[in-house]
C-alpha cells in the first residue's frame, strides 16, 4: 500500500535523527527583500536553541531510507528490518516551503540512503536544492549531505545552491571503515572532501591585479557556510587519543568547518557486529571540549593527547582542567604579565575573557575582584593564577584533582 507524504514524513525524519552534523553557523546573508521566500541570517541557523532562548530548527529528513550498502553501523542499512519509505523531488520542495510559511522551519537538511546508484541520488539532492533556489525562489538555508563516489560535477553544482555541504567520515580509522562498511571506498569519500575543499577555495575572494591595483574579485560563492564531517564514536575500538588524531588530520586536509561527534547507540535493528551498548554521551561531550581546545586555544594534538595516558579522556573532568593537573609545574601564572597563550591554558578561562583580560591589564594591574568581573570561571581558575592580591596555595595535582572534580555522588531524594 503507497504511503502519504505525513507517514513518509514520519519515518524518514526519524531516520535522520542519527545524523549529528546538521548544526551550521557561518551562512552568507540573504533574504526575501528583493524577492522569493525566506532568508538566512549572518550567523547561520543552528537546530538547537540560541543563548537568547530562540529555538531555530531545520526540517531535517532523508530523501529515502531505502540503501543499496550494507553498512552495520546504519539503521537504514540494506539487511535492516526497518520500513521504508521515499520521497519525490516535489514532495520534499512542497514540504519544505509549506513548512517554512507556518513559521516551523527556517532551512532544510536533507540526506539520503543511496539508491541505484551513487550519481542517481546525489542528482536527486541537487534537484531538490536547485528547485528550492531557482523554481520558488527560496532564500532560506539548506544543507546538503554529499554522497561519496558521486561524480565531481554533481558535488560542484551542490556547492552553487546548498550554504553547507558535508560528507560523513564515518569512522576515525581506515581500517574499521573497511570492517564496518566494506562497500563504501575511503578513497571516494576523501576525494569528496576535497572536491568540495577546492570549490569553496575558489570561491573565496581573491586579490588580483587590474590596472596596476590590488583589488578583491569575488568567484560565485559555493557552500558559504563550509564543509563538515561526523565520525561515530564507540562502534569500533578506537580509543580517543584516536579520534582526535584523526579529527585534526580532517581539519587540516580539507579545512572543515566543524567535525561532529555522534555517541554510538544500538539501534532498534542493532548488527550482530557492533557493541550492545551504547558509548557515554558523556564521552561524547569530552571530544567536543577537547575539539574545542585545538580550534579555538592553540592546544597542539600533542598537548591534548599528553593528560590522556592510556588513549582516553577522564569523564570525571573537562580536559582543559586535565591538562593544567599534568602540567601543575607551568602554574600558577601571572594574569597581568602572562601571554595569551598562558592565559588561554587556565581552566575557567575562555577567549573572549582572555581577550578583555588582556584589554584591562593596560590600564593598570588587575586584581581578583577584576578576573570575577571579566570572566564567569574564576572558581576555576583560582588555583591556577597570581594576581597582587591573590597567591594560591601550591597544592599537589593529586590534592586538586579531588578538590576541582570531586567524584560524584547520589543525592536524597527527601
Given at each position: 500500500?503507497?504511503?502519504?507524504i505525513l507517514?513518509k514524513?514520519?519515518?524518514?525524519?526519524?531516520?535522520?535523527?542519527?545524523d549529528?552534523?546538521?548544526a551550521?553557523s557561518?551562512?552568507?546573508?540573504?533574504?526575501?527583500?528583493g524577492?522569493?521566500?525566506?532568508s538566512?541570517?549572518g550567523a547561520?541557523?543552528c537546530h538547537?536553541?540560541?543563548?537568547?532562548?530562540?529555538?531555530v530548527s531545520?526540517l531535517k529528513?532523508?530523501?529515502?531510507?531505502?540503501?543499496?550498502y550494507?553498512?552495520?553501523?546504519?539503521?537504514?542499512r540494506?539487511?535492516s528490518?526497518?520500513?521504508r519509505?521515499?520521497?519525490?523531488?516535489?514532495e520534499?520542495?512542497?514540504?519544505?516551503?509549506d513548512l517554512?510559511r507556518r513559521?516551523?522551519i527556517?532551512?532544510l537538511?536533507?540526506?539520503?540512503?543511496?539508491?541505484?546508484?551513487?550519481d542517481?541520488?546525489?542528482e536527486?539532492?541537487?534537484?531538490?536544492?536547485?528547485?528550492l533556489?531557482?523554481v520558488h525562489?527560496?532564500r532560506?538555508?539548506?544543507?546538503?549531505k554529499?554522497i561519496?563516489?558521486?561524480s565531481?560535477?554533481?558535488?560542484?553544482d551542490?556547492g552553487?545552491?546548498a550554504?553547507?555541504?558535508s560528507?560523513?567520515?564515518?569512522l576515525?580509522?581506515d581500517?574499521?571503515?573497511q570492517t564496518?562498511?566494506p562497500?563504501?571506498?575511503?578513497?571516494?569519500?576523501k576525494?569528496g572532501l576535497?572536491v568540495?575543499r577546492?570549490?569553496?577555495?575558489?570561491?573565496?575572494?581573491?586579490?588580483?591585479?587590474?590596472?596596476?591595483?590590488?583589488?578583491k574579485?569575488?568567484a560565485?560563492?559555493?557552500a558559504?557556510a563550509?564543509?563538515?564531517?561526523q565520525m561515530?564514536?564507540?562502534?569500533?575500538?578506537a580509543d580517543d587519543?584516536?579520534?582526535?588524531g584523526a579529527?585534526?588530520n580532517?581539519?587540516?586536509?580539507?579545512a572543515?568547518?566543524?567535525?561532529y561527534?555522534?555517541?554510538?547507540?544500538?539501534?532498534?535493528?542493532p548488527?550482530?557486529?557492533?557493541?550492545?551498548q551504547?558509548?557515554p554521551?558523556l564521552r561524547e561531550?569530552r571530544?567536543?571540549?577537547?575539539?574545542?581546545?585545538?580550534?579555538?586555544?592553540?592546544f597542539a594534538?600533542?598537548?591534548?593527547q599528553?593528560?590522556?595516558p592510556?588513549?582516553?579522556l577522564d569523564l570525571?573532568?573537562d580536559?582543559k582542567?586535565?591538562?593544567a593537573?599534568a602540567?601543575r609545574a607551568?602554574f600558577?601564572v601571572?594574569?597581568?604579565t602572562?601571554?595569551?597563550?598562558?592565559?588561554?591554558r587556565v581552566p575557567?578561562f575562555?577567549?573572549?575573557?582572555?581577550?578583555?583580560?588582556?584589554?584591562?591589564?593596560?590600564?593598570g594591574?588587575?586584581?581578583l575582584?577584576?578576573i570575577?568581573?571579566?570572566?564567569?570561571?574564576?572558581?576555576?581558575a583560582?588555583?591556577?593564577?597570581?594576581t597582587?592580591?591573590w597567591r594560591?596555595?601550591?597544592l599537589?595535582?593529586?590534592?586538586?584533582k579531588?578538590?576541582?572534580?570531586?567524584a560524584p555522588?547520589?543525592?536524597?531524594l527527601?
Open positions: 500500500m503507497a504511503l502519504n507517514e514524513l514520519e519515518i524518514l525524519a526519524d531516520a535522520a535523527k542519527y549529528a552534523s546538521c551550521s557561518g551562512g552568507a546573508k540573504r533574504n526575501a527583500r524577492g522569493g521566500i525566506g538566512v541570517t547561520g541557523i538547537s536553541y540560541t543563548p537568547d532562548g530562540r529555538c531545520l529528513i532523508l530523501l529515502t531510507n531505502f540503501c543499496i550494507d553498512c552495520a553501523y546504519c539503521v537504514s540494506r539487511s528490518n526497518v520500513k519509505a521515499r520521497f519525490t523531488v516535489d520534499v520542495v512542497t514540504l519544505t516551503l517554512y513559521n516551523c527556517e532551512g537538511f536533507l540526506s539520503s540512503g543511496i539508491v541505484r546508484s551513487e542517481d541520488t546525489m536527486d539532492l541537487v534537484r531538490v536544492a536547485k528547485t533556489r531557482e525562489g527560496f532560506g538555508y539548506i544543507h546538503l554529499t561519496p563516489g558521486a565531481e560535477a554533481l558535488l560542484r551542490a552553487i545552491y550554504d553547507r555541504l560528507m560523513n567520515i564515518e576515525p580509522s581500517r574499521s571503515l564496518f562498511a562497500e563504501k571506498s575511503v578513497v571516494s569519500i576525494r576535497a568540495t577546492s570549490g569553496i577555495e575558489a570561491a573565496a575572494p581573491q586579490k588580483r591585479a587590474a590596472s596596476g591595483e590590488i583589488r574579485a569575488k560565485p560563492k559555493f558559504p563550509g564543509q563538515s564531517t561515530i564514536v564507540g562502534a569500533d575500538g587519543a584516536t579520534i582526535l579529527s585534526a580532517l581539519y587540516a586536509s580539507y572543515l568547518k566543524r567535525v561527534y555522534s555517541a554510538f547507540s544500538p539501534t532498534g535493528h548488527s550482530a557486529a557492533l557493541p550492545h551504547a558509548a554521551l561531550h571530544l567536543y571540549q577537547s575539539d574545542w581546545l585545538l580550534r579555538f586555544y592553540g594534538l600533542d598537548e591534548v599528553s593528560a590522556m592510556d588513549g582516553m570525571s573532568m580536559p582542567l586535565a591538562w593537573l602540567n607551568r600558577p601571572d594574569v597581568n602572562a601571554d595569551r597563550e598562558s592565559l588561554l575557567g575562555g577567549t573572549r575573557a582572555v581577550d578583555k583580560m588582556i584589554a584591562s591589564r593596560r590600564s594591574a588587575l586584581r575582584d577584576d570575577k568581573r571579566l570572566s564567569n570561571g574564576l572558581t576555576r583560582r588555583p591556577f593564577i597570581v597582587p592580591d594560591p596555595a601550591m599537589d595535582a593529586a590534592r586538586l579531588e578538590r576541582m572534580a570531586p555522588k547520589q543525592l536524597a527527601f
